[in-house]
């Protein structure tokens, strides 16, 4: 046999480890995130050992985490063939399973990761987060149940039944269970640890109330509609936010304090997640604050933005706005994103202009679009949400996926079509085409996992029939 | 001694490198120290007026030695190298001559028509304007400048300087009459030019290049049976012609007598020393061979025609220059500094550009054609004015640095208008190249791969309509090979340049698009073919005009195209061009793996 080139420990020098000492080696870099060096050790196992089922199944894992989604699902797939049915694997698998969108697989080996280890609550959990990606919520919460009565400090495990609940429109007892969101170890802290208490709605005028606008930019703007509730409550406020959605708190309630940084941050007595208010307000499905329109477009920016729409619009066009593609740092913009190629049904709709809002790395796919539609690119001049505000005011309608823009869109009055994932996130429940959140809203579910082609077909028909010009424009504009 | 101070110069001029190309002339002896010579240049002249070539070589070199700048010793070496068929360095002396003798008629006139001859046609013209400037009522000046325009595309500037001839000259010469109809020709004023060819030749019934013209103005005006006429008679007077039989094998061609033109051109090959075709004979067979379905052999000629056409013509593909050109325009047109730059105002007294922009053979002229055919669009055909900006810019915009990066003078508070300016000149020229009809208040401008400056476009025309007209890469490429043009920095003398030039046009087009909002369409080919209604509907929506019927029937639009589609575009829509690559996959491979396909 070739003798293989001699691997060396992480310590720097070049003494040769022996074989069997290799492989707590690479355990210790994947859990360390070393994943390189990781990758190169199993690499030296298994060119020895190709059948070691742990090297198989941790140079799958550490595969996963680089991103190499296919080599991880080879790898992890031998590892269960030769190690027959071990339920760590098997609990594993089922993760790359889901994440590649086959969902039948994830189900088959979740399923049977439980049936060898009816004990171990991660197992259920896992089969939890499937069931929810199915769209089988009932089934999800038991799992996500069964698993916390093994163990009831599993964050994960709250979480995914806080999901559930909260999709099937059980907030009151949802909220409590997403509270369980700050816990989770791979999350990122919401702010710098402090000793000060979360706010628990009780009403204080002396001290400062900070206010974190929290989670993604759709969520600030979402949520945001519940500081003059809590203005009323706390008068004095302070709010950290990112610099990009500080012109929108500004709009919410005025004189709002606003902080991008937290050494700025004043002195507060207690503080409050944006995203923990509708729990604190006590909203149910029934009585969901929507003082929509709650957001504006500038009306200097308008007068900008509707000169340079109306030159480059061809006369008597409707006026679409599209975004394809969320911020790809989401942990579900898999199955929320689209490309603008899935857009074609829209491509051929009669005398409709496309004008692309579209920001971040998708937007480059603005200069493949070939259809036959005019389709203008503001994606690379759009700077604010200001501006973004200003070009939905000069639109008929925009149509996106789940993105801020639908939010914002949403919350100006604006008709804005959301197209949906198989399961969606929880804010949009189930089935319904409306929304409690926003009353301009048009929801557009998915039927088929990550297949966008009969949902767009449904808004261009949708768009079709909306824009029939037996409709003058005016009167097909909704409430604003 | 160093060796340079010794070598002869490559031009072949029998002077010195340092006393010919290589001069410095900052460090010439002024005229006055020289003036001992001027004898020597007389009996120079003399010797060569007397046939003494070699004496008067011999005294011109020596006085070019001591004095490079003398023009009369620089006249007649000129002379004597032309006469020899040394180009080069006839040419090297005549600029020379022009150079130090700027107010020399004879040889201003010469260079421009030199540099006409080469088909480099920027730098004629530069001579041709001065030679008018040294000349105003010479008709031998405005005769260059109605050469030049009317080969420049820009026929009714030539149009102009050919009338001047005939009112300076107060004679109608049978040769300008001819070139006045070619002008005409090219103007689609058929029935105009056919009275010129008519009146030349009663005046003088044998000129060959005359008939010939008249001959492609038949045939471009689809009156087969005048032009083989014309053939017949020129076949009498010259049997066996070259010139003749090709233009007899175009006319076969168009009547779809396939054997009978391939019959033709076989018998110019065998009449041919070497028994082989030229260039323009051989993509001319290849175009025949391809209507008889004879793929294989259609392609071989294609690829011997253009590999004959890079050897005759010193043209290959200048990689370097395109790339470099691609690479700073996609630096520059960036949207952040898109943010902080001025757009041209729109002007609403004069008729308004549509561009039908994109690749050479992409169905450009069809679009124009259909669009044209519009009462209210008036038809610009290949204006060179988007590219003839790229050269003023920096002097228009006092700027020392080149396009596209001159625009930053845009930036200074006293050239906040330079766009301005610029669509001006560009309307200008628009008017007085006489395209605008009446009641138009479009006008079209399809020069081909303006797309590469479609950042520029958008900035001077904000609200003119891009029409980008698209079709199968594989098919461009056939058609490439099977014709000849010059646009894309040469890239047609090969396929893999093409391909090359055609991705990188195609990277830079997506560029701007994800950079910039523009008023853009893209038009794709094969739609036009299958549904023409639909697609010209569509077009004259977003163009913000109402359909017209007429539009449908442009091959009834007896407007002449003068590029190489002409033939085309005059029959119905036709669906043989569409995908017509898939005869000649094999071939194309070289093509196909730079275009990033795979054949399958």
């Known amino acids: 046999m070739e003798p293989i080139p001699p691997p060396t420990a992480d310590n720097g020098n070049l003494v040769p480890v022996p074989l069997g000492e290799l492989f707590p080696l690479a355990a210790d870099c994947e859990r360390a995130g070393k994943l390189q060096q990781a990758n190169s050790l199993l690499g030296h196992i298994l060119a020895t050992m190709p059948n070691q089922p742990d090297s198989l199944h941790l140079a799958g894992i550490v595969a996963f985490r680089l991103g190499e989604h296919e080599r991880a699902l080879g790898l992890m797939e031998k590892a269960i063939e030769v190690g027959v049915d071990t339920p760590l694997y098997l609990r594993n698998i089922c993760e790359v399973y889901r994440t590649l969108g086959r969902l039948d697989d994830a189900l088959r080996t979740a399923t049977r990761a439980v049936e060898l280890s009816p004990s171990d609550p991660l197992c259920l959990h896992n089969l939890a987060?499937?069931?929810?990606?199915?769209?089988?919520?009932?089934?999800?919460?038991?799992?996500?149940?069964?698993?916390?009565?093994?163990?009831?400090?599993?964050?994960?495990?709250?979480?995914?039944?806080?999901?559930?609940?909260?999709?099937?429109?059980?907030?009151?007892?949802?909220?409590?269970?997403?509270?369980?969101?700050?816990?989770?170890?791979?999350?990122?802290?919401?702010?710098?640890?402090?000793?000060?208490?979360?706010?628990q709605g009780e009403a204080f005028d002396d001290e400062t109330l900070l206010l974190v606008a929290d989670q993604g930019f759709g969520d600030v703007i979402q949520f945001s509609r519940y500081i003059p509730w809590v203005a009323e409550r706390c008068p004095k406020l302070a709010v950290a936010c990112a610099a990009e959605v500080a012109p929108i708190l500004k709009q919410i309630h005025p004189?709002?304090?606003?902080?991008?940084?937290?050494?700025?941050?004043?002195?507060?007595?207690?503080?409050?997640?944006?995203?923990?208010?509708?729990?604190?307000?006590?909203?149910?499905?029934?009585?969901?604050?929507?003082?929509?329109?709650?957001?504006?477009?500038?009306?200097?920016?308008?007068?900008?933005?509707?000169?340079?729409?109306?030159?480059?619009?061809?006369?008597?066009?409707?006026?679409?706005?599209?975004?394809?593609?969320?911020?790809?740092?989401?942990?579900?913009?898999?199955?929320?994103?689209?490309?603008?190629?899935?857009?074609?049904?829209?491509?051929?709709?009669?005398?409709?202009m496309l004008v692309s809002l579209q920001k971040g790395p998708s937007a480059d796919q603005a200069g493949r679009y070939f259809g036959r539609a005019p389709f203008v690119n503001f994606g690379a001049e759009i700077e604010t949400y200001d501006d973004t505000m200003a070009i939905i005011d000069c639109l008929d309608v925009v149509v996106t996926v789940d993105t801020s823009v639908g939010h914002l869109a949403a919350a100006m009055g604006r008709p804005a079509w959301i197209m949906l994932a198989t399961a969606p996130d929880w804010r949009w429940l189930l089935e319904r085409s409306d929304t409690p959140w926003y009353p301009t809203v048009r929801l557009f579910r998915q039927t088929v996992a990550r297949q966008w082609g009969d949902v767009t077909q449904r808004v261009a028909d949708g768009l079709r029939e909306w824009f029939d010009p037996a409709t003058s424009p005016r009167q097909i504009e909704t409430a604003s | 001694m160093n060796s340079l101070a010794t070598q002869l110069c490559p031009c072949g001029s029998g002077l010195r490198t340092v006393r010919c190309c290589g001069l410095n002339t900052a460090a010439l002896p002024p005229a006055e120290s020289t003036r001992h010579l001027v004898p020597l240049v007389e009996r120079a002249l003399q010797a060569h007026k007397q046939g003494a070539n070699d004496t008067a070589e011999r005294l011109c070199l020596d006085v070019l030695e001591m004095a490079p700048d003398r023009p009369g010793a620089l006249s007649v070496l000129y002379q004597i190298r032309r006469a020899e068929g040394k180009m080069q360095a006839a040419e090297a002396l005549l600029r020379r001559l022009v150079n130090f003798d700027p107010n020399n008629f004879p040889a201003t006139n010469e260079l421009a028509l030199i540099l006409m001859g080469k088909g480099n046609l920027g730098e004629a013209?530069?001579?041709?304007?001065?030679?008018?400037?040294?000349?105003?009522?010479?008709?031998?000046?405005?005769?260059?400048?109605?050469?030049?325009?009317?080969?420049?595309?820009?026929?009714?500037?030539?149009?102009?300087?050919?009338?001047?001839?005939?009112?300076l000259s107060g004679q109608r010469d049978p040769i300008l009459l001819a070139n006045l109809a070619w002008n005409l020709k090219n103007?689609?004023?058929?029935?105009?030019?056919?009275?010129?060819?008519?009146?030349?030749?009663?005046?003088?019934?044998?000129?060959?290049?005359?008939?010939?013209?008249?001959?492609?103005?038949?045939?471009?005006?689809?009156?087969?049976?005048?032009?083989?006429?014309?053939?017949?008679?020129?076949?009498?007077?010259?049997?066996?012609?070259?010139?003749?039989?090709?233009?007899?094998?175009?006319?076969?061609?168009?009547?779809?007598?396939?054997?009978?033109?391939?019959?033709?051109?076989?018998?110019?090959?065998?009449?041919?020393?070497?028994?082989?075709?030229?260039?323009?004979?051989?993509?001319?067979?290849?175009?025949?061979?391809?209507?008889?379905?004879?793929?294989?052999?259609?392609?071989?000629?294609?690829?011997?025609?253009?590999?004959?056409a890079r050897e005759l013509s010193g043209h290959v593909y200048l990689d370097q220059q395109a790339q470099e050109l691609t690479n700073r325009l996609r630096n520059f047109f960036v949207a952040g500094r898109l943010k902080t730059l001025p757009r041209a105002g729109v002007r609403t007294d004069v008729p308004q550009p549509i561009f039908v922009l994109g690749f050479p053979r992409s169905g450009t002229t069809l679009v124009e054609q259909t669009l044209t055919a519009h009462p209210r669009i008036a038809a610009g055909d290949e204006l060179p004015l988007i590219?003839?900006?790229?050269?003023?810019?920096?002097?228009?915009?006092?700027?020392?640095?080149?396009?596209?990066?001159?625009?930053?003078?845009?930036?200074?508070?006293?050239?906040?208008?330079?766009?301005?300016?610029?669509?001006?000149?560009?309307?200008?020229?628009?008017?007085?190249?006489?395209?605008?009809?009446?009641?138009?208040?479009?006008?079209?401008?399809?020069?081909?791969?303006?797309?590469?400056?479609?950042?520029?476009?958008?900035?001077?025309?904000?609200?003119?309509?891009?029409?980008?007209?698209?079709?199968?890469?594989?098919?461009?490429?056939?058609?490439?090979?099977?014709?000849?043009?010059?646009?894309?920095?040469?890239?047609?003398?090969?396929?893999?340049?093409?391909?090359?030039?055609?991705?990188?046009?195609?990277?830079?087009?997506?560029?701007?698009?994800?950079?910039?909002?523009?008023?853009?369409?893209?038009?794709?080919?094969?739609?036009?073919?299958?549904?023409?209604?639909?697609?010209?509907?569509?077009?004259?929506?977003?163009?913000?005009?109402?359909?017209?019927?007429?539009?449908?029937?442009?091959h009834e639009n007896r407007r002449y195209a003068r590029t190489a589609s002409y033939a085309q575009v005059t029959e119905k829509l036709y669906d043989r061009s569409r995908f017509r690559h898939r005869h000649y996959l094999e071939h194309l491979k070289p093509a196909i793996e730079r275009l990033g396909y795979s054949v399958d």
């Not at chain 1, 729409?309 to 994103?337: C, E, K, M, Q, Y």
């Not at chain 2, 031998?140 to 420049?152: D, F, P, R, S, V």
């Open chain 1, 129 to 199: 987060i499937i069931h929810y990606e199915r769209l089988e919520i009932d089934e999800s919460i038991a799992c996500a149940e069964k698993a916390l009565l093994m163990n009831d400090q599993l964050p994960g495990a709250h979480f995914e039944l806080a999901e559930a609940l909260l999709l099937q429109g059980k907030w009151d007892r949802g909220w409590e269970e997403y509270e369980w969101r700050f816990q989770i170890a791979s999350a990122a802290p919401m702010m710098p640890k402090t000793t000060k208490p979360q706010w």
């Open chain 1, 255 to 352: 004189g709002l304090n606003l902080f991008q940084k937290w050494d700025e941050v004043p002195p507060y007595r207690a503080y409050a997640a944006l995203s923990g208010l509708p729990r604190l307000h006590g909203t149910r499905v029934d009585n969901v604050p929507a003082p929509v329109p709650y957001l504006h477009a500038s009306p200097e920016k308008v007068a900008v933005w509707r000169e340079r729409l109306d030159r480059l619009t061809p006369r008597g066009f409707r006026r679409v706005g599209i975004v394809w593609a969320g911020r790809p740092t989401h942990n579900n913009d898999r199955r929320r994103s689209a490309t603008l190629a899935a857009y074609a049904p829209l491509f051929s709709l009669p005398r409709t």
């Open chain 2, 125 to 167: 013209e530069v001579h041709a304007r001065n030679a008018v400037r040294i000349a105003p009522q010479n008709p031998q000046a405005h005769n260059l400048m109605g050469m030049i325009m009317t080969e420049g595309q820009r026929p009714r500037v030539g149009e102009y300087h050919y009338r001047q001839v005939l009112a």
């Open chain 2, 187 to 308: 103007q689609g004023r058929m029935a105009e030019a056919r009275a010129l060819y008519q009146e030349s030749v009663d005046a003088a019934p044998e000129i060959k290049q005359t008939l010939l013209g008249w001959a492609r103005l038949e045939e471009a005006d689809r009156e087969f049976a005048a032009a083989a006429e014309k053939l017949d008679k020129m076949d009498k007077l010259w049997p066996n012609d070259a010139a003749v039989m090709m233009s007899r094998a175009v006319l076969l061609g168009r009547e779809k007598k396939n054997d009978e033109a391939l019959a033709v051109l076989d018998a110019v090959a065998k009449q041919n020393p070497d028994g082989r075709l030229g260039p323009n004979e051989l993509l001319e067979k290849g175009r025949l061979l391809d209507q008889m379905g004879r793929y294989d052999e259609a392609f071989a000629d294609f690829a011997e025609g253009k590999r004959l």
């Open chain 2, 387 to 554: 590219n003839d900006i790229t050269h003023l810019m920096p002097r228009m915009l006092a700027s020392p640095l080149g396009y596209p990066e001159a625009m930053a003078e845009l930036w200074m508070g006293d050239q906040r208008a330079g766009l301005d300016n610029l669509r001006d000149w560009y309307l200008q020229k628009v008017e007085q190249m006489g395209i605008l009809t009446e009641g138009a208040v479009w006008f079209t401008d399809k020069m081909p791969l303006n797309e590469t400056h479609l950042g520029l476009i958008a900035l001077l025309f904000p609200e003119s309509p891009l029409i980008h007209v698209i079709r199968h890469p594989l098919d461009i490429m056939v058609s490439a090979m099977s014709n000849h043009f010059t646009h894309g920095f040469f890239c047609s003398n090969a396929l893999e340049t093409a391909a090359t030039h055609y991705m990188r046009v195609m990277d830079l087009v997506q560029h701007y698009r994800s950079e910039m909002a523009l008023r853009y369409m893209p038009i794709r080919y094969e739609e036009m073919v299958d549904d023409q209604e639909g697609t010209v509907r569509a077009i004259l929506d977003f163009v913000g005009e109402a359909f017209d019927p007429r539009c449908l029937a442009f």
